[in-house]
């Protein structure tokens, strides 16, 4: 057995195997590692794809996130709310077109109103659907009370990235002040999983000065903090924000080597956690064509297409080139089924695809 294998086929891995894992240039070693993390998935969540419509409600933002196109000292955004019932009519549509699950993502504000808002479209929702749709959050930091005001309106998951767990790093791409606080990310994490929700977080590679043993670390977190599902990709500058300009345009080389590093850490995410949900993210096509797909061979098993009507998409660019910005949700669904059947995988439609993580902790 090399050592690789040997590596492959251990119960616990110590940080130095995964930063070994993560630090893999040979080609072929590479491949391996991906093979190796898609048996683990095959054994622990199987092949079929869980699917969830992606609707971006608002690019509104009070967070000013070094990293991020939509951070409020922005000005170059035009700022778009989805009315209300266009986003009841996109959940129609997702329900229709058999998506087992919907992900509400937004700009972050807790104003009473936003969460007014929020808590009268999760209502709504179950009672236009039959409560049939896994129903999944992403709207930042709130309050243990409005954390359960959804959860009781039906909010089931909740995606809130801890974006690098290495504390001084998390500090050099926020602003340091009350509003971008690390333990604030921490607690808000341990609210949600007290609220009973299946909890997702996930961090961004190839952020200037993080190591692989900053991955190897998060990794190691994500593990430690027992969580449901896992959102993660690769960092991509946007020009209008100051990491952006510092970093700049990336080359194509940079671009395949960052879809490489997002690859490596979803396998090793794969290996270490197991039955978790992995999400192959949207970071990854915009680097790359067929990034997504790529995501799911290396141990992805989630995929979230935006159904967000396309005359919002121009304003909701986190990073520069995001794709799909002209490509309407039938284009998406219809291109996106082709490409699953096309690696030898299904989808699963109707059905929630809830993590077997989660399944195995709660009992349900
Ligand atoms: N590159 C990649 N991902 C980004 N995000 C925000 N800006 C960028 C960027 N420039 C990610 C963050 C956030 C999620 C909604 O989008 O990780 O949590």
């Known amino acids: 057995m090399t050592v690789l294998d040997k590596i492959f086929n251990k119960d616990e891995f110590t940080k130095d195997d995964l930063v070994s894992l993560l630090s893999l240039e040979d080609p072929l070693d590479i491949e391996k590692l991906f093979k190796a993390a898609y048996q683990v998935k095959l054994k622990h969540v199987g092949k079929t794809v869980w699917l969830r419509g992606l609707i971006e409600l608002s690019n509104i933002c009070t967070k000013d996130c070094f990293y991020c196109g939509i951070r409020k000292s922005n000005k170059n955004v035009d700022r778009f709310t989805i009315d209300f019932d266009e986003v009841v009519s996109e959940v129609i549509w997702i329900k229709e077109h058999r998506y087992g699950s919907l992900v509400m993502q937004s700009g972050e504000r807790s104003d009473e109103k936003f969460v ?14 039959g409560n049939s749709l896994g129903v999944t959050l992403s709207l930042g930091e709130q309050t243990l009370e ?11 998951r ?21 509003l971008h606080s690390y333990d604030t990310r921490l607690e808000c994490l341990r609210r949600l999983r007290k609220l009973g ?13 993080q190591t692989m043993e900053d991955l190897a670390n998060d990794v190691l977190f994500f593990k430690e903090i027992d969580i449901d599902m896992i959102g993660m990709g690769p960092y991509i500058p946007h020009n209008e924000t100051p990491l952006g ?13 960052a879809v490489t590093l997002g690859l490596k850490m979803i396998a090793v995410t794969r290996l270490v956690l ?14 790359s064509p067929l990034g997504r797909e790529h995501g799911l061979l290396a141990g992805a098993n989630v995929l979230m297409p935006n159904v967000t009507d396309t005359k919002f998409r121009s304003g909701y660019q986190l990073y520069n080139d995001k ?4 490509e309407n949700a039938d284009e998406s669904r219809l291109a996106l089924e082709k490409s699953i059947e096309n690696i030898g995988e299904n989808i699963g439609y109707d059905l929630q695809g809830n993590a077997n993580h989660w399944k195995k902790r709660t009992g349900e």
């Open 116 to 129: 007014d808002t929020v808590e009268a479209l999760l209502k709504e929702i179950h009672l236009k659907t």
């Open 146 to 156: 409005t954390y359960e005001r959804w959860r009781k309106a039906g909010a089931h």
């Open 158 to 178: 909740y995606l809130l990235r801890i974006e690098s767990s290495n504390r001084e790093l998390y500090r050099k791409i926020h602003p340091d002040n009350k």
């Open 197 to 209: 929700y299946q909890v997702g977080t996930g961090v961004m590679q190839g952020l200037p000065g």
């Open 245 to 257: 300009k510092q970093v700049g345009d990336y080359s194509e080389k940079q671009k395949e080597d």
């Open 274 to 287: 197991k039955d978790v949900n992995i999400a192959s993210t949207t970071a990854l096509q915009a680097l």
């Open 323 to 326: 794709p799909a910005l002209n």
